[in-house]
């Protein structure tokens, strides 16, 4: 099973695929995304999320600025100020 991750600005929508982690930079720590994780938000502080595309996958690494992250049914969407 693969993790549906959308990271979104609102300029545009920057990453969307199926994956199978993210790690956010979350306000209280950062935190990863497995797919069926329980639903969960929390604020994105500045920092770096880490895409991974598959078990022991080098991450791709996207910078973020501020935010929101949301884990529910359909996956997890960030909602990014600034991402890139």
Do not use: C
């Not at 920092?47 to 992250?69: C, K, L, M």
Request: hydrophobic share 45%; no cysteine.
């Amino acid at each position: 099973m693969a993790l549906h991750f959308e990271l979104v600005t609102p300029e545009k929508l920057v990453r969307a695929a199926d994956v199978w982690q993210v790690v956010v930079p979350g306000t209280d720590g950062d935190f990863g995304v497995l797919e069926g994780h329980a639903p969960f938000m929390s604020t994105v502080r500045d920092g770096s999320i880490q895409i991974y595309a598959s078990a022991g996958a080098t991450p791709e690494i996207i910078p973020v600025q501020g935010g929101f992250a949301e884990v529910n049914e359909k996956g997890l969407t960030v909602l990014a100020e600034k991402a890139g």
